[in-house]
């Protein structure tokens, strides 16, 4: 049985409400979660001491759990580009962040490995950086995942697999969606040895387009997809994991105001079928 279900913050603050952190107060006592995992927005830039303390006070107001952070996506983008000073600027984003996990008292991080319209051309380079990502981490007492996220040369599992291959200790996070959208899933699910600890997070999205179509990457909701998530569901039972899992999808309406009876039937669903 899984630990907990969790909203993703990303799934109430967006664009359109101006991903305003201030709004969690507002928003999560409407939703049935279990804690949040929270991302980190890239528009954050300059201002991520403000939204750590604004975050942090909510969290005590309301006894929000906050297991999960969800870093940057930006930091997998630049290491894709892979210049000096791209480097550089990826290694502070996430120490940043790193702090903001420690501070939340996060015990686990979602990364984003690669990225971008660089993505996984020159996968060696964005792999080389793993190691020194997992040590920081580690020094601020977090856990690092790497996600198998869309990929423009070759596939995540194939990537997942590559590393399970060179660091025996690497975890991962399993978002169904980005599976899907590589047609993958089934032999993500027949994966034996990522099944057998090495998937410490999942991330349970639904995805309605084709084969790697980029056009088509909004998070949606279950059930407004063709992902299969019966054998998905009946693997992560079986198989003893015993993490955490969460809602991504997007719930938040043009005005600015969450669509919380979508966002509660897809946390509900997750919770029927793993708790």
Known sequence: MIKGVLCSSGALITRYNGRDPRLLKEFFPHIEADGLEFMVYPAWDGMLGEVRETVRSIQKELSIPIP??????????LISLGSKDDIREAGERFKNN??????????LMVLHLWGGPASDHNIER?????????????????????????????TPLA????????FPDALFTIDTKMAEFHLEMPETLACGELWQGRAAHLHVNDYSGGLKDFSDLRVRHIGE???????????????????????????????????????????????????
């Open 126 to 154: 964005n792999i080389s950086q793993l190691a020194g990502c997992a040590e920081e981490a580690k020094k601020h007492g977090v856990t690092l995942t790497v996600e198998n996220v869309v990929c423009a040369v070759s």
């Open 225 to 275: 997809g063709h992902v299969d998530f019966a054998p998905f569901f009946k693997k992560v039972r079986e198989c003893g994991y015993s993490g955490y899992a969460t809602v991504e999808s997007t719930s938040v309406l043009p005005d600015g105001s969450v669509d919380f009876e979508k966002l509660g039937r897809s946390l509900g669903t997750v919770r029927k079928n793993l708790m």
């Open 159 to 166: 990537h997942i697999k590559r590393i399970m291959a060179e």
């Open 98 to 107: 790193c702090l903001i996990a420690e501070e939340l008292g996060s015990s």
């Open 68 to 77: 999960v952070l969800h870093a940057d996506k930006r930091i997998g983008e």
